[in-house]
């Protein structure tokens, strides 16, 4: 049986009284043999010392990410710090750190999770993982080393973001340090039955058009139907405005044609050569929609998710989400409202913890039930635990 525990504080400039705000709110006495925080928080908590100061109080491993807002129990705000607590005596939490340096992410990644789990004879029951927003590297090629290193174990995570205009103050957090190019890591062991829930967009606000992906690589969209992607884009009714393409308003719903539930992927740019860069892998022989989303579309799928969760509740102690920055966005003036949805939702819920991200990692399920990882742009993502 797992306990958990939530803390919250606006307390950026002043690291001992965060802490001892946090501290408050967490009862030590009550941990359990094994225990780990899951954190959330606006970047100026790292630059304050706030966050270092905060971990250090604590007696088990921290970890976590930077975001544009967090909401944790009934507190949630743009510019504030969540922390999750799980504490179990049967379920354990080991955890790990993987540096991002060079070419060779797949080995970093690896070794980093061959050594974490060689604490422990059995087989993991899934991973958390935080993962940087790094410009050059995209999640995708991050998920898939994830994937690979763990033998395709449910992976559920985020990458990091935060407010600034390029995203360059994001960072994960492993024990109060924060890390631009790691990847910081949590495997879980015991009898835990994880349930994993994703939304991207309104089924009235896809196109009915469909379109099979002809020529791609990677994350890189070059031709749909055997027409470049923009002639594709035009054949649809999607045109230039002002000379340009304004890219970001016609995200891509791709199906693998597997049998699990399509994925959206943003479009970053337009290439010279007149490519898509997308978020995530576009692979060939997949079908391709256009979705949208927009203020109603955020707050009416954050609540049917949120409803499918309390439905499918049967005694589990907390729940992780995250929400794409692009969701929040969508937003526009109204920059807590999917906040409050939670907050208002899951009224009495036992325990929660939320952040927005810069792509989200949770798996989806083939027709047989089993789990398939999947990174994602565009999508609200749930873990029941």
């Known amino acids: 049986m797992m306990k958990t525990m939530t803390a919250f ?40 010392g706030a966050v270092r100061t905060i971990c ?32 179990s005596d049967d379920t354990d939490f080991i955890t790990g750190m993987a540096e991002l340096i060079g070419k060779d992410i797949d080995d970093s990644i690896c070794k980093a999770y061959r050594e974490t789990c060689a604490k422990r004879s059995d087989r993991p ?7 940087p927003y790094i410009d050059d590297l995209g999640g995708e090629a991050i998920a898939v080393s994830l994937n690979k290193a763990s033998g395709e174990i449910p992976i559920f995570g985020s990458l990091a973001i935060d407010s600034s205009a390029d995203f360059s103050l994001n960072g994960s957090v492993y024990n109060g340090e924060y890390h631009k190019n790691s990847v910081i890591f949590a495997l879980f062991y015991g009898d835990l039955r994880p349930s994993f829930f994703v939304t991207s967009f309104a089924e009235d606000k896809m196109q009915k058009q469909r379109g099979v992906i002809t020529k791609s690589k990677d994350n890189i969209l070059m031709e749909v139907n055997n027409m470049p992607v923009l002639d594709y884009l035009q054949s649809i009714g999607i045109q230039k405005q002002e000379g340009a393409w304004t890219v970001a308003n016609f995200p891509f719903v791709i199906d693998y044609n597997d049998g699990t539930k399509p994925v959206a992927r943003s479009i970053y740019l337009v290439t010279k050569e007149g490519y898509a860069a997308c978020g995530g892998n576009v692979p060939e022989n997949a079908t391709l929609s256009i979705g949208g989303i927009d203020y109603s579309d955020v707050i009416r799928t954050t609540r049917e998710t949120l409803e499918q969760v309390l439905k499918k509740n049967d005694g589990n102690s907390c729940l992780l989400m995250f929400s794409c920055l692009t969701r929040y966005f969508a937003l526009e003036a109204h920059t807590t409202a999917e906040m409050d949805v939670i907050r208002n939702t899951l009224v009495d819920f036992p325990a929660y913890i939320f952040g927005y991200s810069g792509g989200e990692i949770c798996p989806v399920y083939t027709e047989k039930g089993a789990t398939v990882n999947r990174f994602h742009n565009c999508t609200f993502i749930a873990c029941l635990l």
Do not use: K, W
Request: net charge negative; hydrophobic share 50%.
């Open 9 to 48: 504080t606006f307390e950026i400039d002043d690291p001992d009284a965060a802490a001892a705000e946090i501290l408050e709110q967490i009862d030590t006495t009550e941990l359990r043999e094994h225990s780990l925080g899951v954190l959330t928080c606006y970047t100026d908590f790292i630059d304050s």
């Open 56 to 87: 250090a109080a604590l007696p088990f491993d921290v970890i976590g990410m930077t975001t544009a807002g967090t909401a944790a129990q009934a507190t949630a705000g743009e510019m504030g710090l969540g922390l999750l607590v799980l504490t």
């Open 125 to 131: 029951v899934m991973m958390l993982a935080f993962v």
